[in-house]
């Protein structure tokens, strides 16, 4: 049941810093909603200290998708739909639109957001891969100023971030990818429709002939946090992109989520199918 | 065609209520509220089996968000409830038998305050051992469930046809397989909600509820409270979906609220959220299904020996039934000369499993119609041919040794119909000649418990183009329509014309989501000449029309419908012989009625508006108000040695399945279904389409995505994002079908399509899968670990785990 609950509207950005500045670790921003309003309702321990909740889903400040550096900037409260209907992400990060229309079902894309997504740092948070192998950058804001960094270095471990208490993700930047990269953002659950991932795969390759140039790999649900892996990049640049290798490639992807993961109920399952969906993901796109 | 003689039967009509329920306005139990009223709040206690040594409120009963606390002490009548076996407390108070149980109901004005107060109940109990595995109940040491009656077993229902050792001795071959089906929720999109008003004077209490049977429910809160039945009023709300779960949860919970709200005076709301509804609520049956089968090299089975364990949970519910339309269906539609079946319905820790759509059959289909496919596979025959040889025709004396007849034996029929529109037995042929490399993950994982195995080897892979494998199965079955031998099967229906044309229809079966209302109206518009909109449908309410019995069983088209048939004859007779008083016409003369008017035959021109007709009559001081009565013909059972004509008609149905399976990932998508359905006549085209779109969807659920698992008692899977249902993204195309057997029953020979359509699916799926892969798989549902580990995994920690 939904506890009874002081619900802010501020009208700007500044003003919902301050608010969180000043309710501090008992006040919680909500967009979407599609997080906070399921926990409440299952009473989880993830939000079951918050007394105030201010509600960031029409800030001007950070619902707008714009243009700048050569690349895009995304508003943290950009809800998923917009973000699959936007030309231009559709266009250079299209990854990203992949992974959004897949997430939950209509309904649930009208509400949720693109920082909403990954907050929480649940591992099955389906906007990360791609936004891990495009390089994104989030911007971080309170009161006390404005900090940026990376995607990677901001998602810390399982549902922690470097999120603080009076800050707010306001924007994801991608930057531009340098021209000749191709890639697939690649799902699976149980059902089509409004599924939980139970792997996800992000894989932007650049080919030289046969020759891989550069490669990003990053997973999602199979590792504790959505996550690159910088070795097997570093180990397939310069490899000719035969049956072969990517096999070896792909069995060291298993190899390393393994050792990251450990065992779980759902290894049986999962390691495996893992190592097969890369290894055709592969064969597809370095064709 | 026989449609041409009708004027609306027959063609799609939208149903009368379908726009208030898309907009939003229809109102639902939870949308009814009166002033002053309370909610009620179980206490539960976090255990499997128990005994209750005391509950103490002492840390609460003094507080001010408390109105009163009902449990065992508060009731008048029967502390315990059962539709066959009174096994059932509305309270708990000797034992905990199942985590679902209620000791208690915190009654007051705010609910989010009770949730909070019921965890400073403090009940003292006594764990005893719990008994999971239905396979070990019968078992001389096992746990007993209800040690007052002595075993686990709820019912034992035998079988016996002929000689099967002598049949297995004139088989050529014999086949043994096991098959197992899970625990099934409901999956109502409305969750329980009732409310209690206690009334005036000796005007009794009034129940308005998300209620599937009111008068069974009527039944039980009477037996509770001690009252006479007319003292308890039950009103169906606008109910949102049901198949089949809103019987016995409804009446034990309309029970409780009728206690409180007689305790303090005062009307009282019942409403669970989804965790709470599929905690308490009752499942479908896990079936554990042991078959033989003898048959010779031509393909005719001589013998089948049928051993089944169906686990009926903590409490018998509807067990006894369920397990008795198993016992009669489980061979399938063909005629076997000798048959041995057992089927034993037993308690265990479980959550208690009663009566869902489908009802005893889809279990049995899925082992049966796939152990016929391994019979074809064995012969080198296609699974059509095998049906062919050995499919019930009319005359065909079925395996509780009643004879078919006086209908349209239709299996072939159906059979036919369905492989020729999908072009089966070539794609069947061409699809098992497919190359099958696959993974083996089984025997992988296998080979040891360390990490090892899951890391694959190069030869393991799987290149993109060979990963898509198409396969097609098919399933069959026939159908006892109604309740069989089970019991009553009676139906009333009142109509009641007004002066103006317009009508009042009524019948004393509910609807529940499937369409009834217009069933009905389009019946006695058909009858009158009227529109199906000139006739308005009235809120079921147990004070109007005579107890109908359940509305269940896909009995309300054929029972209901011959009801409503019956009162709209009754009236179009009355104001016939008013016409002919009027027009001084012979009592020979025959009249048309059509298009709201009424006419002598083969005098079109000679013509009175209906409405006209009415008011003549009206001012006649006719009768323009009728109950139809319809009851089914006696059918009788011999439960000793299981025979007896168990049902008086049967319906037949065949659905085709085209799938496509991934064998790296073990996703199955459905492409097509193809629903082949003899329901009889149909009434509503557009109704009947919708049938056949929701049962083969659910079918589709039970086969790859549906399971209630349970963990020492307690359900895993308590919401939506742990139990899967298919969304409209993970079906492809549906094709229904209907081949109109004749039929003597009912309206115009209109008989059953709700769990025909439902029945099927998994077990076409489950052939279709076995067409793919080359593979059989023995347990529902097929999801992406059985069909790539041959087994289930389950979460070892809580929610949230992936």
């Known amino acids: 049941m939904i506890p009874e609950i002081e619900y802010l509207r501020p009208g700007n950005l500044q003003e919902a810093l301050q608010m969180l500045s000043e309710y501090g670790e008992t006040a919680r921003p909500i967009a979407g909603g599609t997080d906070i309003l399921p926990g409440f309702h299952i009473n989880s321990r993830r939000f079951r200290d918050i007394k105030t909740l201010v509600d960031i889903s029409n800030l001007p400040e950070i619902t707008a998708i714009r243009e700048a550096n050569g690349g895009v900037y995304i508003g943290g409260a950009v809800t998923f739909t917009d973000i699959v209907k936007h030309p231009l992400i559709r266009e250079k990060y299209p990854m990203l639109a992949d992974a959004a229309a897949q997430i939950g079902s209509v309904q649930i894309r009208n509400r949720a957001t693109l920082a909403g997504n990954f907050v929480n740092n649940a591992p099955c948070a389906d906007s990360v891969p791609p936004l891990l192998v495009y390089d994104a950058r989030v911007t971080v804001r309170s009161l006390r100023g404005e900090r940026h960094q990376p995607l990677g270095e901001f998602l810390l471990k399982p549902y922690r971030t470097q999120l603080q208490p009076d800050e707010m993700v306001t924007e994801v930047f991608l930057p531009p990818l340098p021209a000749g990269f191709r890639g697939e953002f690649y799902k699976l659950g149980r059902r089509r429709g409004v599924a939980i991932s139970r792997i996800t795969l992000a894989v932007l390759v650049k080919m030289d002939q046969r020759v891989i140039e550069d490669i990003r790999i990053a997973s999602g649900a199979v590792t504790p946090i959505g996550a690159r892996f910088p070795e097997l990049e570093a180990q397939a640049r310069g490899k000719t992109a035969e049956a072969d290798f990517l096999k070896e490639l792909a069995i060291q992807l298993g190899e390393q989520i393994l050792q990251r993961t450990g065992l779980r109920w759902s290894s049986a399952y999962k390691l495996p199918v893992v190592q097969q969906v890369f290894y055709q993901l592969l064969r597809r796109i370095c064709q | ?561 011959g009801a409503t048939k019956v009162a709209a004859e009754t009236l179009r007779q009355r104001l016939e012989k008013v016409l002919r008083r009027h027009w001084n016409l012979p009592e020979t003369t025959n009249f048309v009625f059509a298009d709201r008017t009424v006419y002598p035959e083969n005098q079109p021109d000679r013509k009175i508006a209906f409405a006209e007709l009415c008011n003549l009559a009206y001012w006649e001081g006719v009768n323009l108000a009728t109950i139809g009565w319809y009851s089914g013909p006696k059918v009788h059972w011999d439960e000793s040695v299981g025979q007896g004509p168990a049902y008086f008609t049967y319906v037949y149905g065949c659905q085709v399945a085209e799938v496509t399976v991934n064998l790296s990932t073990g996703e199955v998508y459905v492409e097509r279904v193809v629903a082949v359905h003899d329901p009889g006549t149909v009434i509503n085209l557009l109704g009947a389409q919708g049938q056949v779109y929701g049962g083969v969807t659910q079918g589709a659920g039970y086969g790859l995505w549906e399971e209630i698992s349970v963990d020492q008692g307690f359900i895993r899977e308590l919401n939506f994002d742990q139990y899967l249902i298919p969304t409209s993204k993970d079906i492809g195309e549906i094709v229904p079908i209907f081949v109109e057997g004749e039929e003597r029953y009912g309206a115009w020979g209109a008989k059953s399509l709700g769990e025909p359509t439902l029945e099927l699916t998994a077990a076409a799926i489950a052939n279709a899968v076995r067409n793919a892969t080359g593979r059989r798989f023995h347990h529902l549902p097929l999801n992406l670990e059985e069909i790539l580990l041959g087994r289930k995994l389950y979460p070892t920690s809580k929610r949230g785990s992936v």
């Open chain 2, 1 to 561: 065609m026989k449609k041409s003689k009708f004027n609306i039967v027959g063609k799609p009509v939208i149903r009368q209520d379908g726009l208030e329920k898309v907009t939003g306005q229809a109102k639902f139990a939870d949308d009814i509220n009166y002033p002053n009223q309370l909610y009620g709040v179980m206490v539960r206690v976090p255990v499997a089996h128990a005994k209750i040594r005391s509950i103490d409120y002492s840390a609460i009963e003094n507080h001010p968000a408390l109105t009163t606390i009902c449990d065992a002490n508060d009731i008048p009548g029967a502390k315990k409830v059962g539709p066959i076996k009174q096994d059932q407390p509305i309270f708990c108070y000797q034992k905990i038998v199942t985590p679902g149980d209620v000791v208690a109901m915190l009654v007051g004005e705010s609910e989010e305050e009770l949730l909070r107060l019921r965890e400073l109940v403090n009940v003292e109990y006594e764990p005893l051992p719990v008994l999971t595995d239905p396979r070990k109940a019968l078992e001389p040491d096992a746990p007993l469930i209800h040690p007052e009656l002595g075993s686990n077993l709820v019912i034992h229902h035998p079988l016996r046809k002929g000689d099967v050792e002598k049949g297995f001795a004139e088989s050529d071959y014999i086949l043994e397989q096991t098959y197992t089906t899970p625990f099934i929720e409901h999956a109502y999109i409305e969750p329980e909600a009732v409310i209690a008003i206690p009334r005036e004077g000796n005007k009794g209490v009034h129940i308005v509820g998300s209620i599937q049977n009111p008068y069974t429910t009527r039944k039980v809160v009477a037996a509770v409270l001690g009252w006479p039945l007319a003292k308890v009023r039950i009103q169906q709300a606008e109910l949102g979906g049901s198949f089949g779960g809103k019987d016995d949860i409804m009446n034990i919970l309309s029970a409780r609220a009728a206690v409180a709200a007689l305790k303090t005076g005062r009307p009282v709301k019942i409403r669970y959220r989804r965790e709470e509804s599929i905690q308490e609520s009752y499942k479908r049956h896990a079936y554990y299904m042991h078959y033989k089968v003898g048959f010779t090299r031509e393909g005719k089975i001589k013998a089948m020996k049928i051993d089944i364990i169906a686990d009926g949970g903590a409490y018998s519910s509807m067990t006894p039934f369920v397990t008795w339309r198993t016992v009669v269906q489980a061979t399938g539609p063909y005629e076997i000369e000798n048959v041995w079946t057992d089927v034993r319905g037993v308690y265990t820790n479980n959550p208690y499993a009663g009566a869902m759509r489908g009802f005893g059959s889809p279990q049995p289909i899925f082992a049966q119609e796939s152990i016929m496919d391994e019979i074809a596979v064995q012969l080198g025959m296609t699974p059509d041919e095998i049906r062919r040889i050995n499919g019930f025709r009319s005359g065909s004396i079925t395996a509780t040794g009643q004879k078919l007849e006086k209908h349209d034996v239709n299996v072939l029929t159906v059979l036919e119909t369905a492989v020729r529109e999908t072009d089966f037995a070539r794609r069947w042929r061409e699809n098992q000649q497919q190359t099958k490399k696959r993974l083996d993950l089984a025997a992988l994982e296998e080979a040891a418990a360390n990490p090892g195995p899951f890391i694959l080897h190069k030869e393991d892979f799987l290149e993109p183009e060979e990963v898509l494998r198409k396969g097609i199965g098919l399933a069959v079955s026939f159908r006892g329509t109604s309740l069989g031998a089970e019991g009553v099967d009676a139906v009333a229906a009142y109509l009641s014309l007004q002066q103006d044309g317009s009508a009042y229809l009524l019948s004393g079966l509910a609807e529940n989501g499937q369409g009834m209302r217009t069933t009905y109206s389009i019946i006695a518009a058909e009858v009158l000449g009227l529109r199906p909109e000139d006739i308005y449908y009235l809120d079921l309410d147990t004070g109007y029309v005579g107890d109908s019995g359940p509305t269940v069983a896909s009995r309300a088209t054929l029972m209901g419908g």
